[in-house]
T-cell receptor
Framework: GAGVSQSPSNKVTEKGKDVELRCDPISGHTALYWYRQSLGQGLEFLIYFQGNSAPDKSGLPSDRFSAERTGGSVSTLTIQRTQQEDSAVYLC???????????FGPGTRLLVL | QKEVEQDPGPLSVPEGAIVSLNCTYSNSAFQYFMWYRQYSRKGPELLMYTYSSGNKEDGRFTAQVDKSSKYISLFIRDSQPSDSATYLCAMNDNFNKFYFGSGTKLNVKP
């Protein structure tokens, strides 16, 4: 079956521009996560959505970062006024509530020049 | 102090060797422990999952959890070049947030 998909796969932008990253989770998965992975680093938690509950935004590094999930399915991570330190791979994962297995997408590689 | 500590490596071993990968953690509330494998330019995929202390074996892979020491391990027997990847440990406390190690890069030489 279809896995988690993310778009675009690669994004190059100029410092100061806004970017939107998209995640399509596995159908029926109620939980959705965004992570950031910098070169040689582990996964840094950004935000978590669970059903219709308020999202856990505790990992967002600044107010330039925001995310929304429409209709309990597709999610968009927006980075405003991008900075060079935002360059990283942004990974999305989804899972079924009460199951520990997260299924990851291939990631979006963001490069801010 | 990070919630989860993991040696980044890289770890280079000959084909057929036994590989030991480890993580330590600080939060005694963690109950669920996972190992993910990540190939280059791919998303992580779940390899092993254990609950609380003990061992779990799946083919050439064995996961161990020692909650008293806050220490988890992944052993790979008869390592193959196809095992070359980055291995990430992850854990959570029965809530919804997962904590990942920084990953250990493994290279198995033919």
């Amino acid at each position: 079956g279809a896995g988690v998909s993310q778009s675009p796969s690669n994004k190059v932008t100029e410092k100061g521009k806004d970017v939107e990253l998209r995640c399509d989770p596995i159908s029926g998965h109620t939980a959705l996560y965004w992570y950031r992975q910098s070169l040689g680093q582990g996964l840094e938690f950004l935000i978590y959505f669970q059903g219709n509950s308020a999202p856990d935004k505790s990992g967002l590094p600044s107010d330039r970062f925001s995310a929304e999930r429409t209709g309990g399915s597709v999610s968009t991570l927006t980075i405003q006024r991008t900075q060079q330190e935002d360059s990283a791979v942004y990974l999305c994962a989804s899972r079924v509530t009460n199951q520990e297995t997260q299924y990851f997408g291939p990631g979006t590689r963001l490069l801010v020049l | 102090q990070k919630e989860v500590e993991q040696d980044p490596g890289p770890l280079s071993v000959p084909e057929g060797a036994i590989v030991s990968l480890n993580c330590t953690y600080s939060n005694s509330a963690f109950q669920y422990f996972m190992w993910y494998r990540q190939y280059s330019r791919k998303g992580p995929e779940l390899l092993m999952y254990t609950y609380s202390s003990g061992n779990k074996e799946d083919g050439r892979f064995t996961a161990q959890v020692d909650k008293s020491s806050k220490y988890i391990s992944l052993f790979i027997r008869d390592s193959q070049p196809s095992d070359s990847a980055t291995y990430l440990c992850a854990m959570n406390d029965n809530f919804n947030k997962f904590y990942f190690g920084s990953g250990t890069k493994l290279n198995v030489k033919p």
